[in-house]
């Protein structure tokens, strides 16, 4: 266990009201992180708060969502912690709230992270956010079925069901010790990885019928217009997937996906092979991991495609 784990296991014990949030569109690792981590303060008798923005229903199967504050004014609380979020201009819910805390901690695997916070415990290497909740709680806290549940969900999915290179030995032996808890690890993983929507299916038929082939082949991209979106009744939460499973293409080194939330303004998501994703997110403003990144963008939704596709084609242009 590291000086920092132990210094921020004294912090929560030493304290008694805590306020959780994450990035926006809050993705299932930083819902599961925020719910395990507030599950296992609550069991403490702490007061904790879940400030999080809406997130699609899929989520809904994750434990601890009695915890997410309702209110409309943030809570002022003795500690702020931010999960899963690299930098401040992603943070949605919490901005006042972490104003407003006396200590501030940010818990974070990008390797683009950018401090915002008094401390920072962040491990580029590790699969999720989820699993650097377990190593920091399981302790000072007995696990159960839920805790555990919440964070199998964000260890699941940022692996992309244990696959991707983040997934480690610890990873696997920690996932043995949340069976043991009794999840239903069968039910999670059918309705976080597998099950999808009508509108998502809609948005996925967009996106291949927009789809743009570059470099014979080793660029896949895809755009989609806030026009488009709002013909089939899409939102952020309905894109999930899309560029992993375009870079499941035979041949594809680099698989880009863009959006339109509203006109002029573009979400870009990467998934990549053998390039630095994270280094490309980040000269556009964003960030994220290695081989899955993402940044947003105020322009024109093809525009936004074409500066990222130009900076794929001159990093593939400079492998060996």
């Known amino acids: 266990m590291s000086h920092l784990e132990k210094d921020i296991q004294k912090i929560i014990i030493q304290n008694d009201s805590f306020a959780i949030a994450s990035h926006t569109n809050p993705d299932s690792d930083a819902i599961g992180s925020c719910l395990a981590l507030a599950l296992a303060l609550r069991k403490l008798q702490k007061t904790v708060y879940v400030l999080l923005e809406p997130f ?22 003795n500690v702020f912690i931010a999960l899963d979020c690299g930098n401040l201009e992603r943070l949605g819910t919490g901005r006042e709230a972490l104003k407003q805390a006396d200590i501030t901690i940010t818990i974070d695997h990008h390797v683009s992270h950018k401090e915002y916070t008094q401390i920072l415990y962040l491990d580029s290497k590790a699969s999720s956010t989820c699993e650097l909740i377990y190593r920091l709680i399981t302790p000072i806290v007995s696990l159960d079925k839920d805790i555990a549940s919440a964070i199998y969900a964000g260890m699941l999915t940022d692996t992309g069901g244990f696959r991707h290179p983040s997934t480690g030995v610890e990873t696997i032996m920690i996932t043995a010790e949340l069976f043991r808890q009794g999840i239903p690890f069968t039910e999670l993983y059918n309705e976080l990885m597998r099950r999808h929507t009508n509108t998502e299916m809609l948005i996925f038929r967009t996106a291949l019928n927009n789809l743009d082939m570059r470099m014979d082949g080793r660029i896949a991209a895809a755009a989609i217009s806030a026009q488009e979106m709002s013909e089939v ?39 990549t092979q053998h390039i630095d994703a994270s280094r490309i997110a980040a000269a556009f403003g ?29 990093e593939l242009d400079n492998r060996p």
């Open 56 to 77: 699609h229903d899929k989520n809904k199967i994750i434990p601890g969502q009695d915890l997410i504050w309702r209110g409309n004014q943030e809570p002022k609380v």
């Open 286 to 314: 964003g960030g994220g991991h290695i081989h899955a990144a993402g940044c947003s963008m105020s322009t024109d939704v093809k525009r936004a495609a074409e500066l990222i596709i130009q900076e794929v084609i001159k």
């Open 233 to 271: 009744g899409g939102d952020a939460s309905d894109t999930d997937g899309i560029a992993e499973y375009m870079l499941n293409i035979r041949g594809v080194e680099a698989a880009i996906f863009a959006y339109e939330k509203i006109p002029s303004q573009v979400k870009v998501s990467m998934r």
